[in-house]
């Protein structure tokens, strides 16, 4: 199930639960860079420029243990900036797709123009975005 998530509200579970699934994302996609840390997640998924608002989405896990995935969308005026990860051991489970769907219609009632994606080059994001049309 997904569901819509206020980073600026979440628990300090919650924001350490996103950070660990980034950072399993991490371990496999990059595993040169270092780990991140929940320091300033918070502010990063919650604070943005003037004319600028985030929207986050989170992918509840079916046994209730950590969700299994994340997405945010970046408005930028009538643009729109995806992201999304998902934990390794949920992929291939429609997870990344519910996810991207959720996000673009949501794009469409908020009248955005166009969604561009955030992906790392050499990485399975970029056979995934090519999957769905980006």
Known sequence: MVREWSPA???DPEIESMVDALNEVF???LPNDPPWRATRMRDYLSET???ERRVCWRAESADGSAPD???NLLLLGDVGVLEVLVRPAA???GIGRALVATAV???Y???LSSIGVEAVSDTPAIQFWESLGF
Do not use: L, N, V, W
Request: net charge positive; charged share 30%.
């Open 9 to 11: 509200h979440a628990s």
């Open 27 to 29: 371990a496999i996609d």
């Open 49 to 51: 420029m003037p004319g």
């Open 69 to 71: 995935g994340y997405a």
């Open 91 to 93: 992929r291939g489970r």
């Open 105 to 107: 219609r949501r794009a």
């Open 109 to 111: 009632t908020e009248g």
